[in-house]
């Protein structure tokens, strides 16, 4: 009776916990990239002045809040299968053990995947701050516009990636 329930615990919590770990360590270096490697882009456009273009509140609350609880939610919810298409079909656990979740095979996938985004959003925003900065602010592109804008883009960005890679959609 003492292993009664061992079989749904490695099949079912099993392959639940392995999917959402994964991801969760997949998807906090892609965050980093897509946020961060825009400011070295800062630094590589403004000819690497002292400047920092992310306010401090923003660099906190990056991290703490508007990053972290899409992917403890996603973290605490996600089944990419049922629990009854688990305990049916136990070839399943290996195999999204060594196919789409291995880090070594989807770690690559996730930094350009980073590194795409944060070249789109930087660029993206640079071009529409140029454009529109005189009806905006009046003469010349403020530093703290930007980062405004590009962390409010990055954040929108990263967290529609959690809600394009989550499987599992329910109320």
């Not at 002045?49 to 923003?58: G, L």
């Not at 900065?133 to 703290?144: F, K, L, P, V």
């Amino acid at each position: 009776t003492k292993f009664k329930y061992l079989q749904r615990a490695f099949l079912v919590h099993g392959h639940w916990y392995y999917t959402r770990l994964a991801f969760l360590v997949q998807y906090s270096f892609y965050k980093q990239m897509a946020c961060f490697l825009s400011h070295d882009f800062y630094g590589f456009y403004s000819n690497y002045s002292a400047n920092t273009m992310f306010s401090t509140s923003f660099l906190f609350l990056y991290n703490t809040i508007y990053t972290s609880v899409p992917v403890a939610v996603y973290s605490l919810w996600e089944k990419p299968f049922s629990d009854k298409t688990l305990m049916t079909w136990p070839e399943l656990y290996p195999m999204s053990r060594e196919k789409d979740r291995h880090i070594k095979k989807s770690f690559v996938p996730w930094i350009i995947s980073g590194t795409w985004h944060a070249l789109v959003v930087f660029f993206g925003c640079v071009l529409y701050a140029e454009n529109n900065i005189n009806e905006i602010c009046g003469e010349g592109m403020d530093i703290r516009y930007l980062g405004d804008q590009l962390g409010g883009a990055t954040v929108a960005v990263v967290n529609l990636k959690i809600l394009i890679e989550s499987r599992y959609w329910t109320w």
